[in-house]
């Protein structure tokens, strides 16, 4: 008895090891999108609030429109990286299936979903809670 272990082991050691590296990738490939636009969402943001104060002296109707401009620019860019990265983590996700890597496709997957979730729940929370509660 050795106590080296044999060439079967260290494979299997190394295909749990690669399976579990790829099941996070699959997960990080699957929330890329929701960070890229939670991250241009804020510079967006940020950069309404610079301009408003960049544009103060001219006047409200003149801060007004910036903002309002610099706003628009910002979500659109938003949107189209988040759609973007979205149809790049599900032509990854095809190409996993297509090799037959089950485990990084159904992570990606199930990220994505939780994503989509997130993304959409303001939008739920606005139609179920109350806009004007009762007296």
Known sequence: MSSLPSNSEVSMQA???????????????????????????????????????????????AQQQAAVITLVVGLVIALVVYVGTIVRALRRVATWQQRGATKPSRAALWSLGITALIVVLPVLLAIVLPQHPAP
């Open 15 to 61: 295909q749990s090891s690669s399976s579990d590296n790829n099941t996070w990738r699959g997960f990080l490939t699957g929330i890329i999108p929701l960070i890229l636009l939670v991250i241009i969402v804020v510079i967006a943001l940020a950069g309404t609030a610079l301009v408003r104060q960049l544009f103060a002296p001219a006047g409200f109707f």
